[in-house]
């Protein structure tokens, strides 16, 4: 088994400290680091997410992504986040997808954040290049996408497109709610109840967990439980995590 990723990647950089007084000169809290956690995120989170679950991967994605950061500050105790800074956030390029051999994988998977690296255009042409392709995307949905096999969205995404899905797209959708669990076809896929500690990267988690479970079965429904118990298992953790 051996599947492919295709989207833009970045750096996460997570800050612990403590905030115990406001700033003399500004009603703004005083912020102590502890420590410091980096990994690779967005796309590059999706792969090494496969490579946990021991599935052969290839990531094709920008280069430059160790230079892209997205850096949270977070109080050690409470896991509250005071504020996120966003660098480089406009220079992930654009992708050429020329050189890609599809046909050596199992599956595709497009992990799109519509920062420009993937366009409409490309998203189509990958999808007829393979049969099996999954989107997980930021983009209003539309024709475009047709030849997806499965496209993974959360709920707020969902609202923002429904105007554009059709009933061809709408088939194809699976809705992530977080601790409700996700939707497909209008049945509904309950999650266990826990404690939640960081929802970042748990899209990521899904849609990894998602493709590789179906790739083994070719059963969407065994799928989507899977990749409920690999969200599940990430969300109780600090910070981007893997299953």
């Known amino acids: 088994m051996k599947i492919l990723v295709i989207g833009e990647s970045c750096h996460d950089i997570f800050i612990y400290g403590s905030a115990n007084r406001l700033c003399p000169e500004a009603p703004v809290p005083v912020f102590n680091p502890i420590s410091i956690i980096k990994n690779g995120g967005m796309a590059k989170n999706v792969y090494k997410n496969l490579l ?59 992990s799109d954040y519509d920062k420009g690296f993937l366009t409409q255009e490309d998203i189509q042409h990958i999808s007829k290049k393979h049969c099996n392709v999954f989107l997980d995307t930021k983009k209003i ?24 899905v059709s009933k061809e797209i709408l088939d ?38 998602l493709v590789a479970q179906f790739v083994k079965s070719n059963n969407i429904e065994e799928a989507i439980c899977f990749a409920n118990q690999c969200a599940t298992s990430v969300v109780q953790k600090r910070g981007t995590s893997i299953i």
């Open 52 to 110: 946990s679950l021991n599935i052969e991967a290839n990531l094709f994605t920008n280069e430059n992504y160790s230079s892209i950061t997205k850096t949270r500050y977070i109080d050690y105790n409470m896991n509250y986040m005071f504020l996120r800074v966003d660098e480089n956030d406009d220079q992930y390029g654009r992708a050429n997808l020329k050189r890609l051999r599809y046909k050596n994988y199992d599956a595709v998977i497009i």
């Open 141 to 164: 949905l539309g024709s475009w996408c047709n030849d997806i096999k499965y496209i993974k969205i959360n709920k707020s995404e969902y609202e923002r497109t429904k105007h554009t």
């Open 172 to 209: 194809k959708l699976i809705i992530t709610m977080g601790s409700e669990g996700c939707k497909h076809q209008d049945i509904f896929y309950p999650v266990t109840k826990v404690e939640i500690k960081d929802p970042v990267g748990a899209g990521d988690t899904f849609i990894s967990g």
